[in-house]
Nanobody, 115 residues
Framework: QVQLVESGGGLVRPGGSLTLSCASS????????MGWYRQAPGKQRELVAS???????TYADSVKGRFTISRHYAKNTMYLQMNSLKPEDTAVYYC?????????WGQGTQVTVSS
């Protein structure tokens, strides 16, 4: 029943910034731990950032210090602020619960970092 829609991706130069949004059809962010995932062509999907229902955050070592995950409860939206982007950040980015629910995967949003 829950639908998640990712947006905000695009083409940026190395060192640039983007903010991704994950809009939910329901008020879920106070209930579930959530994560941002990404998948590059030929690579496995990986968790890059997470926020627990209590607000604790974690980051993959590859993005620590550059990415920030946050939630806006009133807007039913989760964000991923990405700074100092690198070519290796190029991927399709998705949001989902930390205990992944396969039916909740959206279309994702493409992030391409290239000069």
């Amino acid at each position: 029943q829950v639908q998640l829609v990712e947006s905000g991706g695009g083409l940026v130069r190395p060192g640039g910034s983007l903010t991704l949004s994950c809009a939910s059809s329901g008020s879920i962010f106070s209930i579930y731990g959530m994560g941002w995932y990404r998948q590059a062509p030929g690579k496995q999907r990986e968790l890059v950032a997470s926020v627990s229902s209590g607000g604790s955050t974690t980051y993959a070592d590859s993005v620590k210090g550059r990415f920030t995950i946050s939630r806006h409860y009133a807007k039913n939206t989760m964000y991923l602020q990405m700074n100092s982007l690198k070519p290796e950040d190029t991927a399709v980015y998705y949001c989902n619960t930390l205990q992944v629910r396969p039916s909740w995967w959206g279309q994702g949003t493409q992030v391409t970092v290239s000069s």
